[in-house]
């Protein structure tokens, strides 16, 4: 199996979607569901029950349980609580580290911290959550392998980390940094307020929605920008779109970035950036230089999660559906073969994530 460095972004702060981290004291899942990671090519119930929100992680899974407390769990193993954070009513998920939100709008961290990446100024590693002096009042965090996004109420965009390939919007003159500050590049575009802003990231380029626009910069060789063209993107650029959207969510495999979904207010997903496994949902393995909509998907979809090569989409009836990179039995399927077009995979849930090489799901 491939080692594959993996971020993930996991809850918009719009109410038009569905959240993946649900605030504490929202209905509880019975049940969660794992495939992938060349164990299970078909969902396989998990031990971890009782969850109110589920992340895929690269080397483990997180669980937030009732109270805002959290669970780390890899696979069908069970669940170990961490202690420290408490009322966290999000987590995103790197390389080895993470980061929760709390419902006073601290953020926490915890992770291998390679290079200093877990924002607390030392590349110390750390087992359980480290709460952060600075940002405060954070409503939504975005993560990648080597960096982290926070947004606070106020429309402040805070960054720290790695900014290989202009990641985090630092200049390339910057290497990056150890501890967060706020990229005031960035928080212009919010216009200083997070309502209808949201943040999303790969592992070398990232992503700002306002108010149905995005914006886009970093890497770009498989027109990550969705602006249709390639090369560095140093100052953020509006990804070409008529269709004004609700959420996005980025994928990427190691240090390779790969698509963008978003959904729209009809409930229709549309995509842009990697196409090599069809992780896209367009036959032909050609990167997709501006965004284009999903085929083969209802138009009842509540909520998107990119993976590593591959995707899944949750609809209103509770229907998971996965396409593109199967190799490690990522789509559900029962095969190893590349899912080209999107299929339901299972049924019945309210929750879902996407890892690297995994996926996750959850029901009510």
Request: proline share 5%; charged share 15%.
């Amino acid at each position: 199996m491939r080692h594959r460095r993996y971020w993930l972004a996991l809850v918009a702060v719009l109410p038009a979607v569905s959240l993946l981290g649900s605030p504490a004291g929202a209905a509880t899942a019975t049940k969660t569901y794992t495939w992938g990671n060349g164990a299970e090519s078909t969902p396989t119930s998990s031990p971890v029950t009782g969850e109110i929100g589920i992340a895929a992680g690269n080397l483990k899974d997180v669980a937030i349980v009732p109270g805002g407390t959290l669970e780390e769990f890899e696979n069908t193993s069970r669940p170990s609580s961490l202690t420290g954070a408490s009322g966290v009513t999000q987590v995103v998920t790197g390389d080895g580290d993470f980061a929760a939100l709390a419902s006073s709008g601290n953020v926490w961290v915890w992770g291998k911290n390679i290079g200093g990446d877990l924002g607390t100024g030392n590349d110390d590693e750390t087992h359980e959550p480290v709460e952060l002096s600075q940002p405060t009042g954070v409503v939504q965090l975005a993560e990648a392998n080597l960096h982290t996004f926070a947004l606070t109420a106020s429309g402040e965009v805070w960054v720290w980390g790695s900014n290989a390939d202009n990641a985090i919007d630092e200049g390339s003159s910057v290497a990056g940094e150890s501890v967060p500050v706020v990229n005031e590049q960035l928080t212009d575009l919010t216009g200083g307020s997070s309502t209808g802003v949201m943040l999303t990231t790969g592992p070398a380029f990232g992503e700002l929605l306002v108010d149905g626009s995005v914006y886009s910069w970093g890497e770009n060789d498989a027109y990550q920008c969705g602006c249709g063209a390639t090369g560095t993107i140093e100052t953020p650029l509006p990804v070409t779109s008529h269709v004004p959207f609700v959420f996005i969510d980025a994928g990427g495999d190691q240090d390779e970035n790969g698509q963008t979904l978003a959904l729209d207010g009809n409930g229709d997903v549309w995509c842009w950036g990697d196409n090599s496994t069809n992780q896209c949902g367009v036959r032909g393995k050609r990167d997709i230089a501006k965004p284009v909509e999903v085929p083969g998907l209802p138009d009842d979809v509540v909520t998107v999660r990119a993976g590593g090569l591959h995707s899944l989409a949750l609809d209103a009836s509770g229907n998971v559906w996965a396409w593109g990179d199967n190799s490690e039995g990522q789509v559900g399927n029962g095969s190893e073969e590349v899912q080209p077009t999107p299929t339901i995979v299972l049924t019945g849930m309210s929750e879902i994530s996407a890892g690297a090489e995994h996926s996750l799901a959850a029901n009510p």
